[in-house]
């Protein structure tokens, strides 16, 4: 099955941007291409760019925070594991503790090394990392794969409290959606909301033997799914049948 995730508010959505970009580092930092190790630190001055803005932090640790308060109030729940609350909370201690003693912004301290600055400006240029217009990069890339990987873990260092914390919110929300099994009609979905909940992200799940792509729209009343296909002529074209998906809305 093929997982498409939709954030219904822009908060939801820097969230999955950094989760995405961070598992993209978790997988290009233990190659040993040179090639891989610049798209690693391309992509830590891309997690930069995400958390510069000034209230991410602070969205988080609000997050965190009544993250713990809804668990905090299952305790004593009979129907609930005490040992399985206690780890979740343990987590989200240890998350808020880590973000919240955090100076600055995940990565601000690269922004004192005028060296790899200079490499930033370049990367957003087309070709603009050659090695005639950065010889030191270049160098750089020639070291040994396990040096320039400790260099990689060093300046992504202050990347890991948002990413845990990030991680682990992303994960409670998940957590939080019931799947259920939908059909199309005509390849068009839609479903009211219920009032009263505030929905932060709607999970997908659809065969990929199908052979169609979900576009997703919603809002706080509704949700719409319209399915496409690939055509022959290379365009995107609406599907008419009924099909069959996973759907799941997570509060």
């Excluded at 891989?36 to 760019?49: G, K, N, P, R, S």
């Excluded at 087309?126 to 090695?131: A, Q």
Aim: charged letters at 25%; glycine letters at 6%.
């Amino acid at each position: 099955m093929i997982l498409y995730e939709y954030p219904f508010n822009e908060r939801i959505r820097t969230y999955l941007r950094l989760e995405h970009l961070i598992g993209r580092l978790a997988q290009l930092l233990p190659r040993d291409g040179a090639l891989d190790h610049h798209y690693a630190l391309v992509t830590i001055f891309e997690v930069m760019d995400v958390t510069s803005r000034a209230d991410i932090k602070s969205d988080v640790l609000k997050d965190l925070d009544r993250q713990k308060a809804h668990f905090a109030a299952f305790r004593g729940n009979p129907a609930i594991s005490e040992a399985s609350l206690d780890a979740v909370l343990e987590r989200l201690d240890d998350a808020f503790t880590r973000l919240n003693a955090q100076l600055g912004k995940p990565g601000h301290e690269l922004q004192d090394n005028e060296w790899l600055m200079s490499i930033r400006s370049r990367a957003v240029i087309p070709g603009g990392t050659c090695e005639f217009d950065l010889p030191a990069y270049h160098a750089w890339q020639q070291e040994p794969p396990a040096r320039r990987r400790a260099d990689l873990n060093q300046w992504a260092s202050s990347l890991a409290p948002m990413a845990q914390a990030v991680s682990l919110l992303l994960q409670l929300l998940r957590d939080a959606g019931q799947p259920q099994k939908v059909m199309t009609r005509a390849g068009q979905f839609q479903q009211i909301l219920p009032q009263g909940r505030s929905f932060q992200l709607l999970r997908l799940r659809i065969d990929p033997a199908l052979q169609l792509i979900p576009e997703i729209s919603g809002n706080r009343l509704m949700v719409s799914v319209r399915l496409v296909r690939h055509g022959a002529d290379g365009k995107l074209h609406p599907a008419r049948e009924e099909a069959p998906f996973e759907l799941a809305l997570c509060a």
